[in-house]
């Protein structure tokens, strides 16, 4: 079963980098998910799918897929992109913007 390994993004609603330092080992799903006929939800027999690994660096999760006999991908990780405000900037006067609140 072939496994991923990536560092998470943060979450829109952190200003901070709470839970986006180590990096993950998930597992892929093999098997296409089916519906429940009676009640709809999907399901799956594949119990990997709910594991996931952390790890402090990329090496360690490398290593230890390597050592269990796991392929893996590894993904880069996203650029982090940051727009530099100042809360001052949205009373400026000539500002070409709408205000926002």
């Not at 079963?1 to 200003?15: L, V």
């Not at 296409?32 to 790890?55: C, H, I, Y």
């Not at 006999?69 to 900037?89: H, L, N, T």
């Amino acid at each position: 079963m072939p496994a991923r390994i990536y560092k998470p993004a943060r979450n829109a609603m952190q200003s901070g980098k709470g839970k986006s330092e180590a990096w993950v080992l998930e597992f892929e799903q093999e098997t296409p998910r089916s519906a429940d006929p009676l009640m709809g939800w999907t399901s799956t027999n594949e119990t990997k799918t709910q594991v996931r690994l952390r790890f402090e660096t990329l090496e360690e999760a490398e290593a230890y897929a390597q050592k269990n006999g796991i392929a893996f991908q590894v993904q880069p990780e996203a650029p982090v992109r940051r727009q530099k405000k100042s809360y001052s900037d949205n009373f400026k006067f000539g500002r070409t913007q709408l205000w926002t609140h």
